[in-house]
């Protein structure tokens, strides 16, 4: 077994500077070492990258997608196995990325995140029961039953403001007290599933949400002093974490990642590198909401919301790739792949060897798919037939001149999107392409609320840049062309932001040997949101103007506290969003019946 010192030294440094994974190297010595890891995902492929060495030992992160990595999938308020949909905002995903997130755990002075749970109400319920909610900008719930199926994932929006339960950390007086959450096991052969409360654990594998800030500005606004920590305690426990999280891929669209391993930490020998690979919702005959249908028990821990809206979301399970590749001890050039998977993941989340490996079968009753884009085919043959692929360059011509520093781009600009119905979220980017010897790998674009000063502040405060193609997670990272001559226009369109939000972008050129260029900044406001359909509080929306007014929101009070918490108070609901939308217009319109309609509701529900 060789010496692992001077690795363990220079993981730590480049650790304390939380740049591990991605820092572009300013000059190649000759025993410096560069990765490219190739792979072409299907759309909404959540990612993890990772190294280990020939002895199994986890090594670095290289990529982590922003589901897990920027908004907390892994880590959040509700129940494990609670359905998704859209941008559904609760439900810990434990099974998202679990091989990367248990090795990880795995490794040399290794830390798990604090747990996230709800604030005050049980970890089965979706829907509002109590003061904990504050508007939410990314996640969101869908009022309406069919936009919540996973047949609408791609063709539906966010378009009702939405607050949410951001939570709260789980202490040790919560374990004293039992604290758990609602979990049905799987039917045994000849058996009926069984329900039962599940104990958490203290601690979680996966990091919190970082895209938040506390909300300190009533009404609605009643978010836990915890959330102020959950960024910082997420980036205390993984350093690397603002580095090395990337948008989601663009479905079919090929990936060049780019690691310069750092110097005099990787010796030679033999390493492997991992790609993990999880799509929600991924049925085949063997796994889908038959086989791992929503949960139903224990009855009283499951609340209408979760019974009626979303989809389970357990299709086949998470797969791993592994390309074992040597570090030599000269300078040159190799190339490694595979075209299969190493294992698989199960859903056995509180199993206690839950994210080992498993063997993976493309036939018999728990038969993983390997073509149209599922399962194993999540990761597309490449021309050579491989679907994860690892060149190892090492060092450089002797003597040769090192190339010309990679040149910054020039005369960045932003400005509003011109189409009034996207300009609250989208916005539009021009600049003249960088100067490069080197054929350029991408352009790394970073759009932050706080200043963006320098590199340190353009990782920390920046996140990956996101294009304007809707996708089950949100939009797919910003893909801008790199073949583009010095000096000509580069054109693109920034989606996924807040309304009524003033934004930094940071733009740098990355060439292929892994080479930054200068950083170069701007700045833009995005306009304020404007709606073009109500809510679903459609009566009361049109008699007082605006889903955001006083009385409209305490009407989603009532409704979410005494009415979809029983029976009756679900049928009165149901029936008033089926005849509601047909009679909105007649309000909206007659300048009588608007003040009727507020009589009415003054009447029945107390507004004023």
């Not at 062309?481 to 003033?502: F, K, N």
């Not at 170069?520 to 605006?546: D, K």
């Not at 108070?569 to 008033?576: D, N």
């Amino acid at each position: 077994m060789r010496c692992l010192l001077p690795f363990r030294v220079g993981r730590l440094a480049f650790g304390i500077l939380g740049l591990v994974a991605v820092l572009p190297s300013a000059a190649r010595a000759e025993d410096d070492t560069l990765l490219e890891l190739r792979y072409t995902p299907v759309a909404r492929a959540q990612v993890a990258i990772w190294i280990e060495d020939g002895d199994g030992r986890f090594l670095d992160t290289v990529l982590l997608t922003e589901a897990v990595g920027y908004r907390g999938v892994g880590n959040r308020p509700g129940a494990s196995q609670m359905n998704s949909g859209y941008r559904w905002p609760y439900g810990r995903r434990e099974g998202v990325l679990p091989v990367w997130s248990r090795r990880r755990a795995s490794g040399l002075d290794a830390q798990l995140f604090p747990r996230v749970i709800f604030q005050d109400r049980q970890e089965g319920f979706a829907v509002r029961t109590t003061f904990d909610h504050s508007p939410d900008d990314y996640y969101c719930l869908q009022f309406e039953e069919y936009k919540s199926s996973r047949e609408e994932l791609d063709a539906t929006s966010c378009a009702t403001p939405f607050t949410s339960d951001k939570g709260r950390y789980l202490t040790e007086e919560d374990m004293e007290a039992g604290y758990a959450e609602p979990f049905e096991t799987p039917p045994v052969a000849d058996g009926e599933a069984q329900g039962m409360m599940q104990r958490l654990p203290l601690r979680s594998h996966y990091p919190p949400r970082r895209d938040l800030s506390r909300c300190h500005i009533p009404p609605d606004c009643y978010d836990h002093p915890d959330v102020d920590r959950f960024a910082r305690d997420a980036r205390s426990v993984m350093p690397e974490l603002d580095a090395v999280t990337r948008a989601t891929a663009l479905g079919d669209e090929p990936q060049r990642v780019l690691y310069s391993l750092p110097p005099g930490a990787y010796p030679p020998g033999d390493y492997i590198a991992f790609l993990e690979v999880n799509t929600e919702g991924d049925y085949n005959d063997a796994w889908n909401d038959e086989t791992w249908p929503r949960p139903a028990l224990p009855e009283p821990a499951w609340d209408f919301y979760t019974e009626i809206y979303g989809y389970p979301y357990r299709g086949q399970p998470s797969l791993a790739f592994a390309v074992p590749f040597t570090v030599a001890e000269g300078p040159g050039m190799a190339d490694f792949a595979t075209d299969l998977p190493r294992g698989r993941a199960s859903w056995g989340h509180f199993d206690p060897d839950y994210g080992a490996l498993l063997q993976v079968d493309t036939e018999g009753p728990l038969a993983i798919s390997d073509r149209g884009g599922s399962g194993i085919d999540r990761l597309r043959r490449d021309e050579q037939g491989h679907r994860f692929a690892v060149r190892v360059t090492r060092g450089g011509e002797p003597d040769a001149p090192e190339p010309t520093p990679v040149g910054p781009v020039t005369e960045l600009s932003a400005w509003r999107h011109p189409d009034p119905f996207r300009a609250h979220a989208w916005v539009q980017l021009r600049f003249l392409a960088a100067a490069s010897d080197e054929p350029l790998n991408r352009y790394d674009v970073r759009v932050a609320t706080e200043p963006i000063e320098d590199e340190a502040s353009f990782l920390r405060h920046g996140r990956p840049a996101r294009g304007v193609a809707s996708i089950a997670e949100g939009t797919a990272q910003l893909s801008l062309p790199v073949d583009v001559p010095p000096g000509s226009a580069v054109e693109g369109e920034i989606g996924d932001l807040r309304a009524q939000t003033h934004y930094y972008i940071g733009v740098r050129a990355i060439d292929r040997r892994n080479r930054s260029g200068p950083l170069r900044i701007t700045e833009v406001t995005t306009a304020e949101r404007r709606f073009v359909t109500v809510t679903p509080c459609f009566i009361a929306t049109a008699a007082y103007g605006s889903a955001l007014a006083p009385q409209v929101r305490r009407l989603r009070r009532l409704r979410d506290r005494y009415l979809l918490n029983n029976a009756p108070g679900r049928v009165l609901v149901a029936g008033y969003y089926a005849v509601s939308p047909h009679l909105t217009w007649l309000v909206e319109r007659g300048s009588l019946l608007r003040p009727a309609a507020r009589s009415l509701l003054r009447a029945h529900c107390g507004t004023q």
